[in-house]
């Protein structure tokens, strides 16, 4: 029996196995949102070889009008996820083809050519990403308030505290409950920094499974909050005075045949124990970083999360726990790139907005392109650099990521590495951009009035 036809046979069985009676098929937008049609579990068969239709002109960053032929989103059966919090129901991802040919603005896809290329080159890209997510409620004004049932989330220095968890406690069991049922590998759950903030933390994969899982993860928060009377919400920095939220992202290489870690070098001279290829992939990641944080930080809120100099005065705990300059070192959370343990990087300046699909590819085509040219990133900074002003930094010719999404997008346009890894969704993604930017710019805001209506 041909593999496909025996896989479409064995979810058939498990469909009955498990009770599902309807299908999800999902794929994500520019900007990473999910999009799903609900079809009949009779219809994966269809679902599967021909896909469900979508009108592209409907969905942002397809490159498509109102004129253009149908997407047709093909689920991939190795994604089957039955949804914990609605039985009889199943999610697959899906890849999306017009005319019977692979789509070129499906983010999905585009991270998948660009693991192809990794492949070829003989590694494999493993990924982890810790998302973190506020719950909030909104009041009738249209404003939000953090969601504390208890009334005791109200800490200074918040973080870890068990008071303020406890208040969550029905929602971080439910996700973790469902987490495990889905045998995802969940270890972890903490209150975050900010009142009001979470962090759920499940095993790392490769990284087409990760921004598979990151996108259902935000899915499944999203249901379970709602039945708990609350709005997870993934925007980088809801409140001004509170520390933002990350998808921290832990990385190595591997080799595509043994699996085994090609970060790793015990004997590293610099004492971190990288490899010379290790070194050399963050070297690509460091002198794209100005390009990839346009894509890894994405939206106009975004950057009131990255700003220099908020590390210690602009948050209500004292850090932000954000790096804005463009460094790496060692277990030093005050660094863009960390090392905490021999051949395991993490990347902290990752926003949780993010599309990771797009974030991922971007990142790979950095630290390829590093591995490609033997980049070199310098010395590690060792040092606390939340201590460290703009001038010091410059005199040790240290730069600072973008402060804000045009400074991004123009790093972005002139990095022809990171438009690449996008490939045609690259000029989708610049054009709906600079339109964001232009819209958000034109807003009158309340510190504005606060600031000029009585000034004069």
């Known amino acids: 029996m ?30 990473g949102a999910a999009k799903v049609k609900l079809v009949p579990a009779s219809s994966l068969r269809t679902a599967v070889e021909s896909g469900a239709g ?43 083809y017009v005319d019977g040919v692979p789509h070129p603005y499906c983010p999905r896809g585009n991270l998948k050519r660009v693991l192809q290329r990794a492949r070829q080159m003989g590694y494999a890209f493993n990924v982890g990403m810790e998302p973190e997510f506020f719950l909030v409620t909104r009041n009738p004004d249209g404003t939000i308030a953090g969601w504390d049932p208890h009334r005791v989330d109200d800490l200074r220095k918040a973080c870890y505290d ?3 968890m406890s208040g969550a406690l029905d929602f971080l069991r439910a996700m973790n409950d469902a987490l495990l049922a889905l045998d995802w590998g969940v ?3 903490d209150h975050e920094d900010a009142n009001y903030q979470y962090e759920i933390n499940f095993k790392y994969a490769d990284a087409l499974t990760t921004a598979d899982r990151l996108t259902f993860f935000r899915m499944l928060a999203g249901q379970i909050a709602q039945r708990c009377g609350a709005t997870a919400t993934f925007m980088a920095k809801p ?33 971190l124990g990288l490899s010379r290829l290790g070194y050399h992939f963050l070297g690509g990641v460091l002198r794209h970083a100005p390009a990839l944080c346009a894509v890894t930080s994405p939206t106009v809120n975004c950057y009131k999360r990255l700003q220099v ?10 850090f932000t726990w954000v790096p804005a300059f463009i460094t790496y070192g060692d277990n030093n959370r005050t660094q863009m790139l960390r090392v905490p343990e021999p051949g395991h990087v993490e990347d902290r300046t990752v926003s949780a907005a993010c599309n990771p699909y797009l974030a991922l590819a971007a990142y790979l085509a950095a630290g ?25 930094m410059a005199d040790r010719g240290i ?7 045009p400074e991004a997008l123009h790093h972005f346009e002139d990095d022809e590495v990171i438009r690449e890894a996008l490939g045609p969704i690259a000029g989708e993604f610049l054009r709906l951009k600079r339109e964001e930017w232009r819209e958000y710019h034109a807003q009158v805001e309340t510190w504005e009035i606060q600031r000029y209506l009585t000034a004069l």
């Open 2 to 31: 041909h593999t496909t036809e025996a896989r479409l046979a064995s979810l058939e069985g498990q469909f009955q196995n498990d009770g599902i009676a309807y299908l999800l098929i999902q794929f994500v937008d520019l900007h």
């Open 54 to 96: 979508f009108a592209g002109a409907a969905v942002w960053g397809m490159g498509q009008g109102p004129h253009s032929h149908d997407l047709m989103a093909r689920a991939d059966v190795e994604t089957y996820t039955p949804l914990p919090y609605e039985p009889g129901v199943a999610r697959f991802a899906a890849d999306l």
């Open 162 to 164: 068990f008071k303020g």
């Open 187 to 189: 270890y972890q759950s």
């Open 239 to 271: 409140f001004a005075g509170r520390t933002g939220s990350a998808a921290h992202a832990h990385y190595h290489l591997a080799d595509s045949h043994s699996g085994k870690n090609v970060f790793v070098d015990e004997s590293d001279p610099r004492g």
């Open 309 to 318: 100099g908020a590390a210690l005065t602009g948050v209500r705990s004292g």
């Open 368 to 392: 390829l392109d590093g591995i490609a040219r033997g980049l070199d990133p310098g010395e590690p900074n060792l040092g606390n650099l939340y201590e460290q002003g703009l001038e010091t």
């Open 399 to 405: 730069k600072t990521l973008p402060q804000s999404l």
